[in-house]
């Protein structure tokens, strides 16, 4: 059995906690985290650690066809793999005479697994695989890294999505400014949820939008903290930064219902997931306090507490 492990020191930056992990080659490994720290991680691994990660942003000849970029790198990595094979494993037969610039964005991440494939890198680290694909991408990148695994290489995913996190890895541990633990799916109903990511769920993939200037910006609906109404307008929290939705409060509370929202106030829905604490501050004074940044706290109503104690199984 073969592992690499992982020693990061707090001077590299600020927002990344010193921590150890080791990755084993028996199983992948997921990594779950913020973006900014996900940042961090990756700059060190790639100057401390020599570790090369796969972010698909640079490599590629766009103006190459599919079938001519994976030829060139066949050949520049000395890859032992038949080319037939790399165009099958990756889906990439039926594109490969089209010019990269008119691929799908999922078409080019498949030529992105293909070409870190074929370097041999050992380990092989990956920052986001799955963001924003296809249910192929997906399907293909999870017989990738089997694969890859069956070669006895350890295979370390950096996500910044919890549901990609339990999807992905075998082993799945959160980093936060405190340190490192792992996530541990308590029963079969939380693994069951963990695999709704799966192929055949991700056909409804719903995405929360929210306007910046003159910019339409989609969110997963993990990353939310809490929705706020602020002067008649419903705000999108993410650590600490508004973005204000496009749907009205109301609207939101029903298509968010199923991925865990719940309205705790006439003015707020709260992320049953970022919910860390509930404070009681008088009889009938409660509040949420939210697992972020700033630990935001915000109100419970009185008569919603005997629902989310029966929510979290408090009673």
Known sequence: MTHFKIDIENADNELLPAFSLTIEDSCVT???SDTDMQAGLVKSLQNNEKIPVCGFQEGLYRRLTVEDNIIFYHKWFGSETPL??????????????????????????????????MTGNDPMVFRE????VDIKTINTFINMIEKIKDNSIPVLVLVSNMEHALLLGEVAYKLKEQGIRRIEVEDKEEQAAAESLSPAMTTNLFKVPAKVEDKMILFD????????????KAMIVINDQSYALEFTLGEAEKKLDIYGFYRCHRSYIVNLQKVREIITWSKNTYSLRIDNKSQSTIPLSRTKIQDIQEKFSLK
Do not use: M, T
């Not at 037939?84 to 697994?113: D, G």
């Not at 695989?129 to 924003?132: D, E, S, T, V």
């Not at 609906?221 to 008649?232: A, F, K, R």
């Open 221 to 232: 609906p993990p990353e939310i903290d809490y929705i706020e109404s602020q002067d008649g």
């Open 30 to 32: 997921s990594l779950y």
């Open 84 to 117: 037939p094979e790399i165009l099958v494993l990756f889906e990439l037969q039926n594109c490969a005479k089209k010019p990269l610039y008119k691929c799908s964005e999922s078409e080019v991440r498949r030529v992105h697994f293909a070409r870190y494939y």
């Open 129 to 132: 695989p799955i963001h924003g």
